[in-house]
Every structure is written in structure tokens, then in C-alpha cells.
């Protein structure tokens, strides 16, 4: 068995004791503090690299369900905008799911969680120039650790989320994702991508590899970036997002294209995850193909009230 195999954490104890000051002359402190120094240094690296190692594997999670949580986020709940608190949104998430975990979060919570349960990432999560990349990556790391369902503070339960998951899975839905925007030809100039996924609301398992891909996704790439661009979208926001998933089908599944994707009129089912078409949690956008919330398919709707950028 090679070195790199047998690597462990540097035992101190024994270290401080065999180097301790009264046991050497100062040439020996010297090289002492210097071996020191240098085996403090690996052993940080190595710990570190172990620890990503063991968070970033993916774990299968066939046949464990969506947590029955929802979790929703605002600056406290007394500062919800009256244009949300008219609509009834946050009711119409409690009144049809009793049986689910209601879960909000407000501004002073999430920094607390992120730091106790993602200490790797905070602080990147302190270097986004945007609070709501703060929120954006949030959510990410919610559901990662709890799984559950996020819904974004203005958007209507239309159905009971115990409805949402297709039956054709055999071993069960893990995840649930929608598509947001699905363009025609026409539409490109208003868009810049052809599809993007709903990143306001979306369901899965705790620890889901696709949860762990998307927040390792943006850890990548702007971890190292000393000025990271504070266009919300392509940093945490829907872009991101989609181009994560993306990514993870490409490398797990072979669905390497949009366009595997696309003009969905019934889910998609890959592996555990399923792909919802536009209507499912956007069906108030007729151009996209949303149908409208009267539709039986219309799961849960955005109202667009703007919250975010008040």
C-alpha cells in the first residue's frame, strides 16, 4: 500500500512532546518550528481536502422520498411586502400541506446555518456582492441538508405537494424540478437561454447529488474570483442553476443538450429526478407554454410581485 494511502491526521500530542522547548537546543527549536510549521501546513490541506471529498461524493438516494418541509425565507416574517401578504401565500402552502413542516427562515437565521452546517462555503457565501446571492445560495444548501420543497415567499400552493410527483417512477421521485422558460426561435432575443429551469420553486431528497452538484458548481467557480460580478442570475440566480443541472445529466446521464428537454407536455422522468413541464410551476406564462392555473397540471404558480428586489 503506497504513502497516499496511508495518510492520517498529524497526531500533536506526540509531536509538541517529542519537540518540547526544554528538550532542545535553540538550532533544534529552529528546525523544530520549521518542520512544525510545514506539517501544520499539509495537515490543514489535507484535512480540508478530505473534507470536500467526503461532502462533494454523491450518494444515491433511490427510494428516499422528498422531505415533507417547506422552507421559505424573507428578512423576518413582520417585513413580509403587503403585496405578498394579500395574496395569501404563505397560507396556501400551510393550508394545503398540514401534514408538511412549515420552515421559514428569516435573515438572521441563515448566516447561523450556513456557518454551523457549511462551514466550507461561508466564506464565500460573505463574499457575494448581493444579498440575494446570499439567498440564492441559501436555498441550495437548505434543501441539500433537509431536503424538502423551496418555494420562494410569492408563490401560490395550488395543489398538495403529497400530488406533485408523477406515478410512472417505480422506485419513487427524489426530485422534482420545472422548466421556467422554454423559447421558441422567436423569442431569442428576449432570452439568452433556449431553457431554464425554475429555481423559485423546487423538491428533493435531503443530500441529493444534484443539490451537491449545483452548490459545488458555483463554489468552483467563484471561489478564487476576486471580483465576483453582481448580476444575481448568472452568480446564484436561474442561469446557474440551469447550467448546473445541465451539467450534472451531461456527466450522469448522457442527456448532454437542452433540447432533451424541451416542448415538455408530460414530466420527464431521469433516474429519481422529475422533469416538469412549463405548467407545472410556471402556468402563467402562456408564450413558454403555461397553460394557465385553472389547468389540472398546474402545480404551483409565481406571482412575480418583485419581492426580491425590494
Not at 101 to 124: G, K, M, N
Request: aromatic share 14%.
Amino acid at each position: 500500500m503506497g504513502m497516499a494511502a496511508k495518510s492520517m491526521p498529524i497526531r500533536w500530542d506526540i509531536l509538541l512532546y517529542r519537540y518540547h522547548p526544554r528538550r532542545l537546543s535553540p538550532a533544534q527549536l529552529l528546525v523544530a518550528a520549521a518542520a512544525l510549521l510545514v506539517l501544520f501546513q499539509y495537515n490543514v490541506v489535507y484535512s480540508r481536502t478530505m473534507y470536500h471529498q467526503a461532502h462533494k461524493a454523491p450518494q444515491p438516494v433511490y427510494g428516499q422520498p422528498i422531505a415533507k418541509i417547506v422552507h421559505q425565507s424573507w428578512v423576518s416574517l413582520e417585513t413580509i411586502p403587503a403585496s405578498v401578504k394579500k395574496h395569501k401565500t404563505v397560507e396556501s402552502w400551510k393550508a394545503l400541506n398540514p401534514s408538511y413542516q412549515y420552515r421559514f427562515w428569516s435573515d438572521d437565521d441563515i448566516p447561523i446555518f450556513v456557518a454551523r452546517h457549511f462551514p466550507e462555503y461561508a466564506i464565500l457565501f460573505q463574499r457575494f456582492p448581493v444579498d440575494i446571492m446570499r439567498s440564492d445560495f441559501f436555498r441550495y444548501l437548505a434543501v441539500l441538508k433537509y431536503g424538502g420543497v423551496w418555494s420562494d415567499i410569492d408563490t401560490l400552493c395550488l395543489q398538495p405537494i403529497d400530488k406533485w410527483a408523477p406515478t410512472m417512477a417505480p422506485r419513487g421521485v427524489s426530485m422534482m424540478i420545472g422548466v421556467e422558460l422554454d423559447a421558441s426561435d422567436v423569442l431569442l432575443d428576449w432570452w439568452s437561454l433556449q431553457l431554464q429551469f425554475t429555481q423559485w420553486t423546487f423538491a428533493a431528497a435531503p443530500n441529493h447529488p444534484i443539490m451537491r452538484h449545483v452548490v459545488e458548481f458555483i463554489y468552483q467557480r467563484f471561489k478564487a474570483m476576486p471580483n465576483i460580478p453582481t448580476h444575481v442570475h448568472i452568480v446564484t440566480g436561474p442561469s446557474i442553476w440551469t447550467e448546473a443541472i445541465l451539467d450534472y445529466f451531461a456527466k450522469t446521464t448522457g442527456v448532454s443538450s437542452i433540447h432533451g428537454f424541451r416542448f415538455l407536455k408530460e414530466p420527464m422522468l431521469l433516474g429519481d429526478v422529475a422533469i416538469m413541464p412549463v405548467t407545472s410551476f410556471n402556468p402563467t406564462n402562456p408564450p413558454m407554454g403555461g397553460r394557465g392555473i385553472a389547468d389540472p397540471a398546474s402545480l404551483s404558480a409565481h406571482l412575480f410581485l418583485g419581492s426580491w428586489k425590494e
